[in-house]
């Protein structure tokens, strides 16, 4: 089983930063993805960011040049450095990890944090 948990969600001012970070624990696999996910309010999840086993990343539109996704993969642990927030960022940020290559995997979630953005 993989268990997947989240930190560092919490309340800032527009135009702050904040880091969150996931740590995967159990059995992963060697080729697999971790990513960001986030939610808002009466709205679909939609994809932040991801980073491969191999290190490629992929960001949402929004989010480029603000956002940086990293990994630690001796910790199987995914950071998320958000910079210039803004209030639209106001979301609950969800870890993901699909683990297995893409003709065979399974995804596993973070039970979520919620990022505030005041302004």
């Known amino acids: 089983q993989v268990q997947l948990v989240e930190s560092g969600g919490g309340l800032v001012q527009a135009g702050g930063s904040l880091r969150l970070s996931c740590a995967a624990s159990?059995?992963?696999?060697?080729?697999?993805?971790m990513g960001w996910y986030r939610q808002a309010a009466g709205k679909q999840r939609e994809l932040v960011a991801t980073?491969?086993?191999?290190?490629?990343?992929n960001y949402e539109e929004s989010v480029k040049g603000r956002f940086t996704i990293s990994r630690d993969s001796t910790k199987n642990t995914v950071y998320l450095h958000m910079n210039s927030l803004k209030s639209e960022d106001t979301s609950v940020y969800y870890c993901n990890l699909r683990n297995g290559p893409m003709s065979e995997y399974n995804d596993y979630w973070g039970q979520g944090t919620q990022v505030t953005v005041s302004t």
């Open positions: 159990g059995s992963i696999f060697s080729i697999n993805v």
């Open positions: 980073i491969t086993n191999t290190g490629y990343t």
